[in-house]
């Protein structure tokens, strides 16, 4: 038997030496009754109470043996279907020298995310928050023909990123596990095709690890084109929000979603300003209830700094929020600045809330439904009134319209037209298409047939490795802990003898281990001298998704008691069936569906 000459004899390996049996009582898998103050979510809960991670600081987590199993697992699936497709693994290093973020560029455009460092000799340089820059500076080294693309590369490896609010444990790290990957391509055409392929491993990934997901239009920034998907873990507690058609199946996340925000005109257009007094209207609610019009009456009225810091004022329809991605993007990727209260009024001469396009002296930009608004409400420019019949290019005039309003729920499918639900996701992927980006500034080029110098065209995409692991743990609990996918368990199944002082019980539960791990079942024996309720408890917590149970009276009626960790489904098996149900068990599971 392997292990056999191991003093530990219940810690078998597989051939390659992995672990495929561990007993409990010599692993370290230290679980709490509690959860930490600091954890918000359940998966952030859950994965500390079982064991799995411990925070050092702030967004800063080790990986206990058992979390870093089901770490493995996900990344031996990520690994599984790179190679499939034909990425191939590298390594680069955490730290890279400062230069060749001048060089891209980065350098100053990373605000305070970047980890910057010095080094005995005062050299600057940077703890990796992504790798496209080391990856680049590989390929312009070494990449000289056309006949070397493409070329896929990728790796398994720890990022910083210094977050302005780590939160939820694994899910927003400072430090984090990520698969990165970047593509290199003679021309569109070929990027196109491992972007594409890069996609579909995506799916199969997300797919393989047993979670609910949809792959949604992303925003790309200010990059441009329409080439990018985020993999979205279905959740509730998601950071992102998503906008979906049921019908169509549309989905893109919120920040790029499109729909049409149709004001209202309430009255009879070509009827001439009309001021009136509204005190203490700051604010479109109020205002619409005062004046009894509807909110998509109103035009809201927002002013903000652009890169130059000069003043822009954005219109949009009263109902809706504004998009401050769009509005990022329409300002080629600078992030606009809201004025303060004092600084609008400092500009515009009167306070937030009576600011008016009319006659105004600033640049002007509104959401495309203002274009609509035939006779509308407007700030009047003075305290405590507004316009009634403001009309576009009559009484104020735009310099572009634009689309700038968040989507919300019901609001028309930009695709079939039919109602929008809007759900929450935790992005654990993210497929891109870079374009030139990188191979511009860095000099990659290869020569081409005809023997002229041409720009590499890349991609990059991006797996949040614990991410996905939080996620998975998001996505599959129940009151008594963790309910694992099959394949992202660190174990496969938890065997329990109740009584060990018992030989019958031990016998025949070592038996059952013999067994399980021959047919290469993973298994965590609870050989703990604790009490059934406490083995009970540890196993739905690590959330195992079988449970093996054998004791004096199991035996009794001839068998071991199986439980099914997610349905909680408990069936009694002959002791001699037992392993070949279970092995039938975790085949159907694992079973691409
Ligand atoms: P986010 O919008 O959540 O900050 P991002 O767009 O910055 O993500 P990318 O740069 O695309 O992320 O990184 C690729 C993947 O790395 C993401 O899809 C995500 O799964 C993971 N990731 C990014 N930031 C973190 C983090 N702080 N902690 C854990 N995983 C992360
Ligand atoms: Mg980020």
Known sequence: ?????????????????????????????????????????????????????????????????????????????????????????VLLPAVQPAELWKESGRWDQFGPELLRIKDRHDRDYVVGPTHEEVITDIIRREVRSFRDLPLNLFQIQTKFRDEIRPRFGLMRGREFIMKDGYSFDLDEVGAERSYQAMFNAYQNVFRRCGLKFAAVEANSGPIGGSYSHEFMVLADSGEDAIAFCPQCQYAANLEKATAPAYPITPGPIGQPLDKVYTPNCRHVPELARYLNVPE??????????????????????????????????????????????????????????????IKAQTRIWADQGIERLKSGVAGAGEKDYHYLNAEVDRDF???????????????????????????????????????????????????????????????????????????????????DGLVWPLALAPFQVALLPLQIQNPNVLAAAEELLDKLTAAGVEVLYDDRDVRPGVKFKDADLLGLPLRLTVSEKTLEKGGAELKNRADRVVVTLDLAAAPTEIVRLIKAFLAPS
């Open 1 to 89: 038997m392997m292990g056999d000459n191991h003093s530990d004899i219940y810690t078998r390996l597989d051939p390659h030496g992995e672990v495929l049996a561990q007993r409990y009582s010599t692993y370290f898998a230290p679980t709490l009754k509690e959860a930490p103050a600091e954890a918000e979510i359940v998966s952030h809960k859950l994965l500390i109470r079982a064991g799995f991670i411990r925070r050092l600081a702030a967004g800063i987590y080790s990986y206990l043996p058992i979390g870093l199993r089901s770490l493995r697992k996900v990344e031996r699936i990520i690994r599984g279907e790179m190679n499939r497709f034909g990425a191939r693994e």
């Open 296 to 357: 998509a009456s109103i035009v809201k009225s927002l002013l903000f700094f652009d890169a130059q810091k000069n003043p822009l004022l954005v219109l949009i329809p009263g109902h809706r929020e504004i998009n401050l991605v769009k509005l990022r993007d329409a300002l080629d990727g600078f992030e606009p600045t809201l004025a303060s209260p004092e600084e609008a009024e400092k500009i515009m001469g009167v306070p937030m809330g009576y600011v008016t396009p």
């Open 397 to 479: 005039q735009v310099n572009q319209f634009l689309d700038l309003c968040l989507v919300e729920a019901n609001d028309p499918c930009p695709k079939c037209g039919q109602p929008l639900d809007i759900k929450r996701g935790i992005e654990v992927g993210h497929v891109f298409k870079l374009g030139l980006k990188y191979s511009k500034a860095l000099g990659a080029t290869v020569t081409a047939a005809d023997g002229s110098e041409s720009l590499i065209v890349m991609g990059c995409y991006g797996i949040g490795v614990g991410r996905t692991l939080a996620a998975a743990a998001e996505q599959n609990h129940d009151p």
